[in-house]
């Protein structure tokens, strides 16, 4: 303890809070008084320590925590303003420097600090406590699915994905499932899964207030073509007010529960597919561990759940978004900010993108004329070189550094720069063969020729396309099922004599 000829118990009651604590502010809230007095009698007591001041509090000075301001009449007025605030909306009550305001302008000479301190003593004494009530839900009866936030690192870029998750209230079985974005394609794409897991439908399901669902949060309108979903499958929506998590804690906190679990420890994958894998195996050993209050597992449970649930429909819901795109001057369209390759023969200037989690289908008119993977992050390119023959053919020049080659299978590449780099004309005769073949197809053939040893050429591809080996037939053998008794020739005798035997 620092002794001083005018130290005072308040300073050193300082001291001992700051020395617990080591923040100033703290040490205010605690004894009543401004952080920049508590900053200064601080700044005092190692001044004196030094010996650099011989007191720390002259005679005539003390610390005093006393309010004059803050009078009876001043504290029942900020009561009464705080109790009024009882009858108003949530977002239009009065806070601290609105009633320091209505009590300046009344006349009185109280500071702000003083009424914010008022103000937070009457709610800790006044706070009214939220009671919640506690729900227990029949087998089948109730589900709650919600997104979460992940970040990952796919192809060693990190990519923000929606983690979507839901979870059977009666058996706390857990589903989750990772996609590029949020939409409502992939809502749809989820749950038709998670039906298609549990084997089949809860009754009612919980959702939040996910602009996908609903389209008006205050009136909770629900969007149109969720609800054709939701009819289609047979569940009851169910949307929870805005700001109470309370009302699907289990999802809650189930997406913190599987993010956790899932990706931790480990988040970096090769694709998206590799980690939806991972989450599957990490979901499939949270399923089959005992949780808390369940007399089973969740897999154990869901066995027993399941003959509550409503059955699937026999056809499925089209979980795809329809989109409309321009063809630029490369032959591709973009979405999300990145190119898909068309074929140059496309004519249409409006083409319709048919949008999958995974998959994206471009259609002219009700054709599909191409398909490619959906590409995840930004400026990225899907292309390929079966969509840009004839333009390669008129500017043959343009392949060596084309993006499209590079993008082309490896022993594509590997062929035309060790064989045909300067006799690219040739190469392209190779890509013709496309047209009159699979693209898959003849790429299998150039990487079969190079497995043998052979040079792959125009016409030995040709030939190994062409060459359609006879399927032999596999020798099989019949089992009788029956017997067939030796014939009695005695019977053919008895009627060549008019059934009259001859012995």
Same mark, same amino acid.
């Given at each position: 303890?620092?002794?001083?000829?005018?130290?005072?118990?308040?300073?050193?009651?300082?001291?001992?809070?700051?020395?617990?604590?080591?923040?100033?502010?703290?040490?205010?809230?605690?004894?009543?008084?401004?952080?920049?007095?508590?900053?200064?009698?601080?700044?005092?007591?190692?001044?004196?320590?030094?010996?650099?001041?011989?007191?720390?509090?002259?005679?005539?000075?003390?610390?005093?925590?006393?309010?004059?301001?803050?009078?009876?009449?001043?504290?029942?007025?900020?009561?009464?303003?705080?109790?009024?605030?009882?009858?108003?909306?949530?977002?239009?009550?009065?806070?601290?420097? &609105?009633?320091?305001?209505?009590?300046?302008?009344?006349?009185?000479?109280?500071?702000?600090?003083?009424?914010?301190?008022?103000?937070?003593?009457?709610? &800790?004494?006044?706070? !009214?406590?939220?009671?919640?009530?506690?729900?227990?839900?029949?087998?089948?009866?109730?589900?709650?699915?919600?997104?979460?936030?992940?970040?990952?690192?796919?192809?060693?870029?990190?990519?923000?994905?929606?983690?979507?998750?839901?979870?059977?209230?009666?058996?706390?079985?857990?589903?989750?499932?990772?996609?590029?974005?949020?939409?409502?394609?992939?809502?749809?794409?989820?749950?038709?899964?998670?039906? &298609?897991?549990?084997?089949?439908?809860?009754?009612?399901?919980?959702?939040?207030?996910?602009?996908?669902?609903?389209?008006?949060? +205050?009136?909770?309108?629900?969007?149109?073509?969720?609800?054709?979903?939701?009819?289609?499958?047979?569940?009851?929506?169910?949307?929870?007010?805005?700001?109470?998590?309370?009302? $699907?804690? +289990?999802?809650?906190?189930?997406?913190?529960?599987?993010?956790?679990?899932?990706?931790?420890?480990?988040?970096?994958?090769?694709?998206?597919?590799?980690?939806?894998?991972?989450?599957?195996?990490?979901?499939?050993?949270?399923?089959?561990?005992?949780?808390?209050?369940?007399?089973?597992?969740?897999?154990?449970?869901?066995?027993?759940?399941?003959?509550?649930?409503?059955?699937?429909?026999?056809?499925?819901? !089209?979980?795809?978004?329809?989109?409309?795109?321009?063809?630029?001057?490369?032959?591709?369209?973009?979405?999300?900010?990145?190119?898909?390759?068309?074929?140059?023969?496309?004519?249409?200037?409006?083409?319709?993108? $048919?949008?999958?989690?995974?998959?994206?289908?471009?259609?002219?008119?009700?054709?599909?004329?191409?398909?490619?993977?959906?590409?995840?992050?930004?400026?990225?390119?899907?292309?390929?070189?079966?969509?840009?023959?004839?333009?390669?053919?008129?500017?043959?020049?343009?392949?060596?550094? !084309?993006?499209?080659?590079?993008?082309?299978?490896?022993?594509?590449?590997?062929?035309?720069?060790?064989?045909?780099?300067?006799?690219?004309?040739?190469?392209?005769?190779?890509?013709?063969?496309?047209?009159?073949?699979?693209?898959?197809?003849?790429?299998?053939?150039?990487?079969?020729?190079?497995?043998?040893?052979?040079?792959?050429?125009?016409?030995?591809?040709?030939?190994?396309?062409?060459?359609?080996?006879?399927?032999?037939?596999?020798?099989?053998?019949?089992?009788?099922?029956?017997?067939?008794?030796?014939?009695?020739?005695?019977?053919?005798?008895?009627?060549?004599?008019?059934?009259?035997?001859?012995?």
């Amino acid at each position: 303890m620092v002794t001083s000829p005018s130290y005072s118990t308040d300073v050193d009651r300082m001291r001992q809070l700051y020395q617990q604590t080591g923040s100033y502010r703290r040490v205010a809230r605690i004894m009543g008084i401004s952080r920049n007095t508590v900053v200064k009698y601080l700044k005092k007591v190692k001044e004196y320590q030094e010996g650099t001041i011989p007191d720390i509090i002259p005679e005539e000075w003390k610390v005093s925590r006393s309010r004059p301001s803050c009078t009876d009449e001043i504290c029942n007025r900020i009561h009464s303003l705080l109790e009024s605030n009882n009858s108003r909306p949530k977002k239009q009550r009065l806070n601290a420097r &609105q009633i320091h305001n209505i009590l300046v302008n009344e006349g009185s000479s109280i500071g702000y600090p003083t009424v914010r301190r008022e103000v937070r003593s009457w709610k &800790q004494n006044n706070h !009214s406590r939220e009671v919640y009530i506690a729900q227990e839900t029949d087998d089948g009866e109730r589900a709650e699915c919600d997104w979460g936030d992940v970040i990952l690192i796919i192809e060693g870029e990190p990519t923000k994905c929606g983690l979507l998750t839901a979870v059977l209230n009666s058996s706390l079985y857990r589903y989750g499932r990772i996609y590029p974005n949020k939409s409502q394609a992939n809502l749809f794409y989820a749950l038709d899964d998670f039906f &298609q897991q549990i084997g089949g439908v809860p009754k009612n399901i919980f959702f939040d207030n996910m602009t996908s669902v609903v389209t008006d949060h +205050t009136k909770k309108v629900f969007n149109e073509r969720f609800l054709r979903f939701a009819a289609h499958y047979g569940f009851c929506t169910n949307a929870c007010n805005p700001a109470s998590p309370q009302e $699907k804690g +289990t999802v809650e906190q189930s997406v913190s529960t599987v993010r956790l679990s899932a990706f931790a420890q480990r988040n970096s994958f090769t694709s998206l597919k590799e980690a939806n894998e991972h989450l599957e195996n990490v979901l499939s050993g949270i399923n089959n561990t005992l949780v808390y209050r369940r007399d089973v597992v969740p897999s154990a449970g869901l066995e027993r759940e399941r003959e509550a649930l409503l059955p699937q429909p026999s056809l499925k819901f !089209s979980p795809y978004d329809l989109k409309y795109r321009k063809i630029n001057r490369y032959s591709t369209v973009i979405f999300e900010r990145n190119m898909y390759s068309v074929p140059e023969s496309c004519r249409s200037e409006i083409l319709t993108l $048919k949008v999958y989690s995974e998959t994206i289908e471009i259609l002219e008119g009700n054709t599909c004329i191409a398909s490619h993977q959906r590409l995840l992050g930004r400026d990225k390119c899907s292309l390929k070189i079966e969509h840009y023959i004839n333009t390669i053919a008129r500017k043959p020049g343009a392949l060596k550094y !084309s993006r499209v080659l590079k993008q082309a299978d490896t022993c594509l590449q590997q062929l035309f720069f060790e064989h045909y780099l300067d006799n690219p004309k040739e190469f392209i005769r190779i890509l013709r063969l496309m047209k009159d073949f699979s693209p898959v197809g003849v790429v299998s053939a150039i990487r079969e020729l190079y497995e043998q040893g052979i040079v792959p050429e125009y016409e030995t591809i040709r030939l190994t396309l062409s060459y359609k080996p006879q399927q032999m037939l596999e020798p099989f053998s019949y089992k009788m099922e029956f017997e067939v008794p030796e014939p009695d020739l005695m019977a053919y005798d008895i009627h060549a004599h008019g059934g009259i035997s001859s012995g």
